[in-house]
């Protein structure tokens, strides 16, 4: 293996990179190339399935065009979703997140809220969102759900979610609270492409009623959006 490719490759790894060896099975030297999400793929024969395997995360053999057989080692984060709310959503949302292989944080600076007895499962940090924001540091393998209801709370995370291209980016809120959302944060700068992004009201229209119900629908479009494409989880 070409020491600086699999030196390039365990820095995305231990970065939270997204990357893929490509290794030339059939080539006795093995030829190698690493692909990185960003890479510009326009021709290549591999863009498509490049595409479905970051976005599974499986590796596997592939045979390219003219016969070759390719092995792609296919390294992705572990998907997180933050959870901006120590609601009863939450409560019921952090166990089946982390039983579908989500890495878990709650964050939510209401300390009568935030409590490891009400939240024994998963990273508990009872801060404002905009304080630890380097500590989570959001990235396009992770999920975003605002569950407070309330702006001062809610806006900064989901403005920043936006902006780092996470995956999914949710607000709880009616229809109403949704449209006085967009102004607000239009006004502090989010575009309005980037807002259409927002699955709000939040969760799949399986007309869920209970915490536990509304828990159930956000991770449906957790991870359709993850599976599929954000695209698609509106």
Known sequence: MDINLLSRFNAARTGRRPAILVTALDDAGKAQRLIGPDDDLAGDPLAEEVARR?????????????????FLTVSVPPPRLVLIGAVHISQALVPMAQIAGFDVVVIDPRTAFATPERFPGGTLLAEWPEDVQE????????????LTHDPKIDDAPLRAALAAGCFYVGALGSRKTHARRRERLLEAGVSAADFERLDAPIGADIGAASPAEIAVAVLANVIRALRKGPETAS
Not at 59 to 68: K, L
Not at 135 to 146: E, F, G, I, K
């Open 54 to 70: 970051f976005r599974s995360g499986k590796s596997g053999i592939v045979e390219s065009a003219d016969g070759t057989q390719l």
């Open 135 to 146: 500590q989570v540091a959001l990235d396009p393998y992770t999920a975003v759900a605002a």
